[in-house]
C-alpha cells in the first residue's frame, strides 16, 4: 500500500527535516572540535607531569559507551574521535 502525499507538502517537510540535520551536523563537527583541543591539553598536561601522553583503559571506556549505544557503528566512531588528538 502506498501513502497519497501532496508533493508540496511533503518536499517542505523533507527541507526541513534537512535544515535541521545539517544544523545538528554543524553542532557535533563543533563539539568533535572542541573534544579534540581538549585531548590535546589533557595529552600535553599529562606528558608535562611525566605520564604517558594517554591512558589506555580511558580509551577503553570511551570505546565502551559508544559501543553500548551506537553497536558497531559506535565502535567505529569512538576509533574516529579517539584518534583525533
Do not use: F, W
Request: charged share 30%; hydrophobic share 45%; aromatic share 2%.
Amino acid at each position: 500500500m502506498t501513502a497519497i502525499i501532496e508533493p508540496g507538502v511533503a518536499e517542505l517537510d523533507v527541507h526541513r527535516l534537512y535544515d535541521e540535520m545539517d544544523r545538528l551536523d554543524a553542532d557535533i563537527l563543533a563539539a568533535v572540535l572542541q573534544r579534540t583541543e581538549l585531548a590535546r591539553r589533557i595529552a600535553t598536561a599529562r606528558v608535562d607531569a611525566g605520564s604517558p601522553r594517554v591512558t589506555h583503559a580511558h580509551d577503553l571506556d570511551v570505546i565502551r559507551r559508544y559501543t553500548a549505544e551506537l553497536g558497531g557503528s559506535g565502535t567505529a566512531l569512538a576509533m574516529s574521535l579517539l584518534r583525533l588528538r
